[in-house]
């Protein structure tokens, strides 16, 4: 591992992402703690560069100093715990992740099935919510659904619903996604600009996961009369203000569902549902990870903002090591 640093005595230096200020991030090396009662130490492997923690930094949303990085995954290096033995493959359900090493509750701990890879275990955080989400539609009375919005999220929701045999229409712009949608089973992926006036108030579900005004307003447009519109989006920018035309929900009476959760009880439950699935190969989310980031060029990635047509990006500390 190219940015663990040796100090002349030999003992080893954790190095960590902090982020300092609005824009800022630094990378910081620090001693090697003693193990905390009830914790094992993780060697991390991946960790999913989340939009939400970009964003965090890029609109200044602090308290700062702050660590950061919840979509974590690794190997035990250490533990006094019987059934979280060293060298167990994990998941963990922690917001400190962007690190080389880190110490992490044994609750928090969630042994991999062993067909889900190191990358899909680090995206099990991500599929977890998107589990949660769709758990809260009512999906056996519907006939069909639109996502409005296929980046990473999005598509993790559309296969979840693709799993479950209902057909899905994607709005999204960018063609690159579009066509990732249409791969994943999407039934038809549009632009917005593609979509037909015989659409409009016209569906029974919508779900929301673009985290845009523009986005939600549209996702509006297109839910009918006592249909839902589900919000998966993590709505962060312009400090998560956005208006909403009232009248439009109130008349259509619509049902709006936020499909975040908060319990870490059940995230966890999902997270494991989520390794399980990808091990068993009905969602892989790694497949969608188009950027492998190394943690010396992570700073530079949360400063200067992810490619457009970036789905996801891993902070990969395996160095090319197979797993
Ligand atoms: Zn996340």
Same mark, same amino acid.
């Given at each position: 591992m190219t940015v663990?640093?040796?100090?002349? $005595?030999?003992?080893? =230096?954790?190095?960590?992402?902090? &982020? +300092?200020?609005? /824009?800022?991030?630094?990378?910081?090396?620090?001693?090697?703690?003693?193990?905390?009662?009830?914790?094992?130490?993780?060697?991390?492997?991946?960790?999913?560069?989340c939009h939400s923690d970009t964003a965090m930094?890029?609109?200044?949303?602090?308290?700062?100093?702050?660590?950061?990085?919840?979509?974590?995954?690794?190997?035990?290096?250490?533990?006094?715990?019987?059934?979280?033995?060293q060298g167990t493959r994990v998941a963990a359900y922690i917001s400190d992740g962007y690190a080389t090493e880190v110490q992490v509750p044994s609750e928090r701990i969630i042994p991999l099935h062993p067909g889900c890879s190191l990358a899909d275990a680090a995206l099990s955080e991500p599929l977890a919510c998107a589990i949660g989400?769709? $758990?809260?539609?009512? =999906?056996?009375?519907?006939?069909? &659904? +639109?996502?409005? /919005?296929?980046?990473?999220?999005?598509?993790?929701?559309?296969?979840?619903?693709?799993?479950r045999g209902l057909p899905v229409t994607v709005v999204e712009p960018r063609k690159r996604t579009r066509d990732l949608a249409i791969s994943w089973g999407a039934e038809a992926a549009l632009a917005p600009e593609e979509i037909p006036e015989s659409m409009l108030a016209d569906n029974p579900l919508v779900v929301e996961a673009t985290g845009s005004p523009g986005g939600l307003e549209l996702a509006t447009s297109l839910a009918g009369i006592a249909g839902t519109l589900g919000i998966l989006g993590y709505h962060q920018s312009g400090r998560g203000l956005r208006t909403v035309d009232m009248e439009a929900w109130n008349y259509r009476a619509l049902r709006v569902l936020s499909l975040h959760h908060r319990s870490t009880?059940?995230?966890?439950?999902?997270?494991?549902?989520?390794?399980?699935?990808?091990?068993n190969r009905v969602v892989v989310p790694s497949e969608l990870v188009d950027r492998h980031v190394p943690l010396s060029e992570l700073p530079e990635l949360f400063m200067n903002g992810e490619k457009r047509d970036t789905v996801k990006s891993l902070l990969d500390l395996t160095s090319g090591v197979p797993e």
């Open positions: 663990t640093k040796s100090t002349p $005595e030999g003992s080893q =230096l954790i190095s960590h992402l902090t &982020a +300092v200020s609005r /824009g800022h991030v630094r990378l910081d090396h620090a001693p090697r703690l003693p193990l905390a009662p009830g914790h094992v130490r993780v060697r991390v492997a991946y960790v999913g560069i930094v890029r609109e200044g949303q602090g308290p700062f100093p702050a660590r950061l990085g919840h979509e974590v995954s690794g190997i035990i290096s250490e533990s006094e715990d019987p059934k979280l033995p989400g769709v $758990e809260m539609l009512d =999906l056996a009375g519907t006939p069909h &659904a +639109v996502l409005v /919005g296929a980046g990473f999220m999005g598509l993790l929701a559309l296969r979840l619903m693709v799993c009880g059940d995230v966890m439950r999902w997270m494991d549902r989520a390794q399980r699935l990808s091990a």
